[in-house]
Nanobody, 122 residues
Framework: QVQLVESGGGSVQAGGSLRLSCAASGRTLNNYVMAWFRQPPGKEREFVSNINRGGDNTGYANSVKGRFTISRDNVNNMVYLQVDSLKPEDAAVYYC???????????????WGQGTQVTVSS
């Protein structure tokens, strides 16, 4: 079992930045592929970014490529998402997830956090 807790969300103006964090407890994070998903108001959950167990392979949704950066610290059981140049359409609840496969499909991720809200004003 892995417990995931996100933090770092908030309300920012367009063009601003945030650093989202995901703290894991239970099994060590290096057993898992980690990912960030988001769910905008009234929409389905969507893939944002993922990172493999070693941290040397990452993936991004086209909508965030070049603006968001995922990283992980397996020693301290943390995953981060640096979100820069935020746009109003980035507003969503952001979720951290852990799974066994490097994929963009939400159902392939076994463990989920409770989410952290990001609000972007224009």
């Amino acid at each position: 079992q892995v417990q995931l807790v996100e933090s770092g969300g908030g309300s920012v103006q367009a063009g601003g930045s945030l650093r989202l964090s995901c703290a894991a407890s239970g099994r060590t994070l290096n057993n898992y592929v980690m990912a960030w998903f988001r769910q905008p108001p009234g929409k389905e959950r969507e893939f944002v970014s993922n990172i493999n167990r070693g941290g040397d392979n990452t993936g991004y949704a086209n909508s965030v490529k070049g603006r968001f950066t995922i990283s992980r610290d397996n020693v301290n059981n943390m995953v981060y998402l640096q979100v820069d140049s935020l746009k109003p359409e980035d507003a969503a609840v952001y979720y951290c997830a852990a799974g066994g496969i490097f994929t963009t499909t939400p159902v392939r991720y076994t463990y989920w956090g409770q989410g952290t809200q990001v609000t972007v004003s224009s």
